[in-house]
């Protein structure tokens, strides 16, 4: 059997058997597809030709190409994962995954913004824009719940409480997580509900809350576009993501004193040690803790 036909089994069994999210799927299905046109090109069709040094040279190649160390780790995650699954099926008899080694990766500090610069960020849209009530809310949504711009692309009306305030979302591996919702974003998304999504709706739109002009569901790369474009025009374009503002929502969260633990559950980390490079990026906070505990400060 090809290659590539056990390449589309292993991306099914991700997807069914370990549960991964769509967007991780798709990743680790282009690297797996650009390790296996690497195969091609050295005339390796079959599980049994396989041997560390063939993924060795794969990842000097993807050096040599100037790849960045994380799109180099990524990938060897990718090739490591599809051996042990082929081991796991009877495939090849020996996984020598394990003693595969890629580059070591220093954890990059994220951006964040100012309470000001969000502020000034969210007050970007015009009300004279047709879109502003969704673009609104969009905006709302991502600073006040931290969640990810696919998590925001598939909420539903029935996600949201706005009464209560809060939020249900599906984080990766389609892990569900409740998070809160200010006054002031369930404010937003009222508005929208009310005076602009009736007039996008369409048969087809289902019950997703953000509509696009043709009355769709918006996609997680419109969401991004989106905010890339008020980013701009808040003369904020350089580097400012939706994760700007994920990582924004979690360090203010921590300025303003709340524990990790409740950081973590609101972001969805399975690990803290995720959420634990918070507390290197709000250096204030952690000035002032040594000002005030260390006997000399």
């Known amino acids: 059997m090809p290659l590539g ?12 058997e370990a549960g991964l999210s769509e967007n991780t ?3 680790y299905g ?7 046109e690497f195969c091609d090109s050295e005339h390796l069709g079959k599980f049994e030709q396989f041997k560390p040094v063939i993924v060795q040279n794969y990842l000097h190649k993807l050096a040599k190409e100037q790849k960045s160390e994380a799109s180099v780790k990524r990938a060897l995650v990718a090739v490591r994962m599809f051996l042990s699954y082929a081991k796991m099926g009877g495939l090849i008899e020996d996984d020598f995954s394990a003693v595969l080694e890629g580059p070591k990766v220093w954890q990059k500090l994220p951006r ?10 969210l007050n970007t849209p015009s009300p004279q824009e047709p879109f502003y009530f969704r673009d609104k809310a969009i905006l709302e949504l991502l ?24 939020l249900r979302c599906f984080g990766k591996g389609n892990k ?5 919702l200010g006054k002031i974003a ?16 369409k048969p087809f739109s ?28 808040a003369g904020m374009s350089d580097g400012l993501t939706v994760h700007t503002l994920r990582h924004s929502f979690a360090t203010h969260l921590l300025s303003g004193g709340a524990d990790l633990r409740s950081i973590q559950e609101m972001l969805g980390h399975v690990d803290i040690a995720t959420t634990q490079i918070y507390t290197h990026v709000d250096q204030k906070r952690l000035r002032q803790i040594h000002k005030k505990y260390h006997p000399r400060p």
């Open 25 to 27: 799927i798709l990743a």
């Open 206 to 233: 289902r019950d997703f809350l953000l509509l696009s002009r043709t009355g769709r569901a918006l996609s997680r790369i419109e969401i991004w576009r989106i905010v890339k474009k008020y980013a701009s025009r």
């Open 176 to 180: 569900e997580r409740v998070v809160p």
């Open 186 to 201: 369930a404010g937003a998304v009222h508005e929208y509900l009310n005076k602009l999504r009736p007039k996008l709706a």
């Open 5 to 16: 036909k056990h390449a589309g089994d292993f991306l099914t069994f991700l997807a069914v």
């Open 112 to 121: 964040v913004c100012s309470e000001q610069q969000v502020l000034k960020l």
């Open 143 to 166: 600073y006040a719940c931290g969640i990810r711009a696919g998590e925001l692309a598939n909420l539903k009306l029935a996600d949201l409480n706005l009464d209560i305030g809060y």
């Open 30 to 36: 282009r690297d797996l597809k650009a390790f296996l």
